[in-house]
């Protein structure tokens, strides 16, 4: 079985400023993609960056980074520069590889605010 | 190229209706999911498809039913209505395999409300 925690409810940032959003996962998969989405107040889902379980770096997309520490599984966002049009609601997601690609385990999410 | 679409938008049913959310990808993605989302919560895994003929089940399966006839369609039927099922239902579709093609594409979302 796979889990996904969120552990903050709720986040504040600056306008510019930098945020982490914290995200820990368990599994027995030995191979798993990481995934973050993005979910506005108009409700879509938005995939924001990928991070497969053996990739050697962290992955990266524009202002969006992943901090993955496997060993403390753990997949943290990093928004730099964070903007106004970033307020929203934040999930982490994990996925098994192949036979389990269709099954995605969601965390309850993070809601980021914004201020100007 | 649409993407996922889903129909209705937005639902109302009364306690012991049946109905049926479709949706539809022009991805030819193999894989194909729902989820629902009730208020403050994460996406949770109703059913899955890993191709046309194959489904299983997710983490809340009961009260739904799902076929995959094609790869473009898989609709979810709510069987009996009940309050419960109230919720924000989205349909998911991705390649499968491995790497970054595991990203699923969402659909818009339906809104039901079970009175």
């Known amino acids: 079985a796979q889990k996904i925690t969120q552990t903050q409810p709720g986040m504040f940032v600056q306008e510019k400023e930098a945020v982490t959003l914290d995200c820990t996962y368990d599994?027995?998969?030995?191979?798993?993609?990481l995934f973050w989405y993005k979910q506005p107040s108009s409700g879509e889902m938005i995939f924001l960056i990928y991070?497969?379980?053996?990739?050697?770096q962290n992955a990266t997309e524009g202002r969006y980074s992943l901090n993955f520490q496997k060993a403390r599984k753990s997949a943290n966002l990093v928004i730099s520069a964070s903007q106004l049009g970033d307020s929203a609601m934040y999930f982490c997601?994990?996925?098994?590889?192949?036979?389990?690609?269709?099954?995605?385990?969601f965390g309850d999410g993070t809601t980021l605010t914004v201020k100007p | 190229n649409a993407g996922v679409t889903q129909t209705p938008k937005f639902q109302v049913l009364k306690t012991g209706q049946s109905m049926t959310l479709q949706c539809a990808q022009d991805?030819?993605?193999?894989?194909m999911s729902w989820y629902r989302q009730d208020p403050g919560m994460g996406l949770r895994l109703i059913h899955y498809?890993?191709?046309?003929?194959?489904?299983d089940q997710g983490e809340v399966p009961n009260g739904y039913n799902v076929s995959r006839s094609t790869t473009e369609d898989f609709p979810l039927r709510l069987l009996s209505a009940a309050p419960s099922q109230t919720s924000v239902y989205f349909c998911?579709?991705?390649?499968?395999?491995?790497?970054?093609?595991?990203?699923?594409?969402f659909g818009p979302g339906t809104r039901l409300l079970v009175l």
């Open positions: 991070q497969g379980s053996y990739d050697e």
């Open positions: 998911a579709s991705n390649v499968g395999a491995s790497g970054r093609e595991e990203t699923q594409y």
């Open positions: 498809s890993v191709g046309a003929g194959i489904t």
């Open positions: 991805m030819n993605h193999e894989y």
């Open positions: 997601a994990m996925r098994g590889i192949n036979t389990n690609a269709g099954k995605s385990t």
């Open positions: 599994t027995s998969d030995q191979s798993y993609g």
